[in-house]
C-alpha cells in the first residue's frame, strides 16, 4: 500500500543526515588510513607524498609484535572464557527461576556500566592483593570481567526466542539434562556463541583503559600506542590505529551476520531415535 503522506523533502533530509552522521563518525578513522600512507612525519595537508615506509616502519619495530602477540593470547582466551561464562549465565536465567533473579541480573549485567578507570583501579587493587597483577593473565581476568555481561546479553537474546517446551520434550523423549543440552540448547544458540565470541574479541582488543592498569610490562597493541605517543609524535600509530580498525571492524561485522541468521528452531521429534537409543 502507497503512503500518499509520506513529503519526499523529508525524506532526503533523513537520508542527508544519515549521511552526515557516518561521516562524521568514520572521517576521523578515514584520516588515520590516509596519513599513515604520507611520507611526512606530521600529518598535514597537502600531503608529501605516497609511502608504506611507517607501515614498514611497524613491521620491523619487535614491540609492535610483542604487543600484537599479548592482544591475540589475550582476546582468543578472553572470547572463549567471557562466552562460556556468558553462556552459562544465559541459560541460568533462562531455565530456572529463584530467588533474587533481578538482583543476579543486575549484578551479572553491571561491570559494562562501570567507568574505565573506575574498573582498572578496582581491578589492579584487586589483583595486586592475591599477587595477579602485572601479567598476561592479569588483562585476561580483567577483560573477562568486561566481557561475560556482552556474551550474555547476546545468548540472552537468542535463548529469549526459543520455545521452552523444546528442552522438555526432549526429557519426554528419554535425553538426559546434558543430552537436551547439546542436541538442543547449544545447536540453537549456536549462532548467538559465535557471536558472542567474535564481540567479546572485539571488545577485548580494543580496550585500552584497564589494560594499561593490570597488563605491568605485559602490554596489548592499544597501551603499546600510548608509548608511541610519550615523547614524539610518531606515524606509527596512524598505520596501528587502521589495523586495529580492521580488525575489530571484521569481528563486529562477523558477529551481526551471525545474529541476523534466522536459524531454525529445532523439531520437538527431529531428534527422537537418537535421543532414545
Request: charged share 10%; hydrophobic share 55%; with cysteine.
Amino acid at each position: 500500500m502507497n503512503d500518499f503522506n509520506r513529503n519526499p523533502l523529508i525524506d532526503w533530509a533523513l537520508k542527508l543526515y544519515i549521511v552526515l552522521a557516518f561521516a562524521f563518525i568514520f572521517a576521523p578513522i578515514a584520516a588515520s588510513f590516509v596519513f599513515s600512507l604520507n611520507i611526512d612525519r606530521f600529518p598535514s595537508l597537502p600531503l608529501g607524498g605516497f609511502s608504506t615506509i611507517w607501515y614498514e616502519a611497524v613491521y620491523a619495530d619487535p614491540l609492535v609484535w610483542e604487543g600484537l602477540r599479548n592482544t591475540l593470547i589475550v582476546g582468543a582466551t578472553v572470547s572463549v572464557v567471557a562466552t562460556a561464562l556468558g553462556f552459562g549465565a544465559a541459560y541460568t536465567d533462562f531455565r530456572y527461576k529463584f530467588f533474587g533473579k533481578p538482583f543476579y541480573l543486575a549484578l551479572a549485567l553491571l561491570p559494562p556500566t562501570i567507568p574505565v578507570v573506575i574498573l582498572g583501579l578496582a581491578m589492579l587493587a584487586f589483583l595486586s592483593n592475591v599477587h595477579l597483577s602485572g601479567e598476561v593473565h592479569s588483562v585476561i581476568i580483567a577483560h573477562v570481567v568486561m566481557c561475560a555481561p556482552f556474551a550474555m546479553a547476546i545468548c540472552r537474546l537468542r535463548l529469549s526466542q526459543m520455545d521452552p517446551s523444546l528442552e522438555a520434550a526432549a526429557w519426554n523423549l528419554g535425553a538426559s539434562e546434558w543430552m537436551a543440552m547439546r542436541h538442543v540448547i547449544v545447536p540453537f544458540c549456536r549462532p548467538a556463541i559465535f557471536a558472542a565470541l567474535f564481540i567479546t574479541m572485539a571488545v577485548s582488543f580494543d580496550e585500552f583503559a584497564v589494560s594499561w592498569f593490570v597488563s605491568g610490562l605485559h602490554e596489548t597493541l592499544p597501551v603499546k600506542v600510548l608509548g608511541f605517543l610519550q615523547g614524539q609524535v610518531s606515524p606509527r600509530i596512524n598505520v596501528i590505529g587502521t589495523f586495529v580498525f580492521l580488525a575489530s571492524m571484521t569481528l563486529v561485522i562477523l558477529a551481526q551476520i551471525l545474529l541476523m541468521k534466522r536459524s531454525a528452531a529445532p523439531k520437538a521429534g527431529g531428534n527422537a531415535p537418537e535421543l532414545v537409543s
